[in-house]
């Protein structure tokens, strides 16, 4: 499948990145421990990306249409600005994110990876759906990932936009010791 491409504009521009849990930082798999626990596998290299965009000065959150225990810790750990949970509407929500945090849709990159997503991603100036997203979530964004979802797709993401702000050799020199 051909890759979109992204102008350097919508990319250098993002200050937030938002993401839904389920099919972006998961694989989509959901697993019942019992009655009233489930759990969720998380890429531990999509959390050292959104690490890198916490430590680069970019603001990060999830726009979940579920909630569970794990994903609140989950972005807890990651130190994630925005955490909301059995959203109904995303898009709702993402105006009053914008809104509240002074920011425009082109500053904005949002991973969505199905069709609840698509009210988001065509508002974001940064559009992006994992290898494996809905063929009509693929079709909508402006870019899409080599890898699936949970598989490293939010870490591709996280490259992409320290890279092309000019932010990743700092960050690598300042964490191997070096100064940038």
Sequence with gaps: MPRKSLSRFAVRGVRLVLMDVDGVMTDGG?????ARSE???FDAKDGVGIWLLR???????????RTSPAVKRRARELGMEEIH?????KLEIYEEILLRRGLSDGSVCF???DVVDLGVLARAG????PADAHPAVRK?????????GGQGAVREVADLILTAQ????????ALNGRRP
């Design 126 to 129: 940064m559009s992006v759906a």
């Design 166 to 173: 000019g932010k990743m050799e700092g960050l690598l020199q």
């Design 140 to 148: 909508a964004v402006r870019y899409v990932t080599r890898a699936r």
């Design 39 to 41: 759990g969720r596998i």
């Design 111 to 113: 991973i969505g990876d």
């Design 30 to 34: 959901i697993f019942f421990m019992d």
């Design 85 to 89: 949970l059995k959203v109904v509407n």
């Design 55 to 65: 430590r680069a000065g970019l603001m990060t959150g999830i726009l979940s249409g």
